[in-house]
């Protein structure tokens, strides 16, 4: 189906002009050039390099610790200058005590942290034994141990940190998490 425009009644013309009479045009946006033109000018020297933003690290891989420091962390042989202990907390309690201890940890110009999460096996009861709790599935087991990198990457706190990895066996394993802050 295809609409046609109606042209505009002089009425209209004259409350358009009134309206905008005194805006100005803005620039016009360049034209399409044709495939030749387009190949003649990337013969051109290359336009000049602008400086991009500066964005906080990566945690995937790339990490703001040197070599050596980081072996010290896969090894267990750096020994964390301060520890939390999340069990037992929930997760808002949990994420306000990791932001509040992050925070404090930089202040205090400690560098290596500990944070342990626990493992998430819950108790060792089975869930047929909880005939009147619903909803209990894998996400309820867990919880902080899932949330707490997520958290680490928050605005506030990814600026802080220079690199996260699992703790060694001797700290926790798989329970816990290095935390290294940045200098400064």
Known sequence: MTSRK????????ELF????????????????RSKHAAR?????????????????????GASGIDGRTADRLKR??????????????DERSAHRALMTFLRSAKVRKIRL?????GKGGGDARAPNDRPFELGLDKR????????????????????????????????GGEGALYVYLRKG
Do not use: F, N, Y
């Open 17 to 32: 002009e009134a309206a905008l009479g005194d805006s100005l045009p803005l620039k016009s946006l360049p034209r399409r």
């Open 140 to 171: 309820v087991r867990g919880v902080l141990r899932e949330m707490t990198p997520r958290w680490l990457r928050e605005p506030g706190l990814v600026e802080l940190i220079a690199d996260t990895r699992t703790a060694h066996r001797r700290h």
């Open 113 to 117: 942290v500990l944070i342990v999460t």
């Open 76 to 89: 267990g042989l750096l020994e964390p200058q301060a520890r939390l202990d999340l069990h037992g907390l």
């Open 40 to 60: 003649a000018t990337s013969l051109q020297a290359p336009p000049p390099k602008v400086a991009s933003p500066k964005k906080p690290p990566s945690r995937d």
């Open 6 to 13: 109606r042209p505009a009644s002089e009425e209209e013309r």
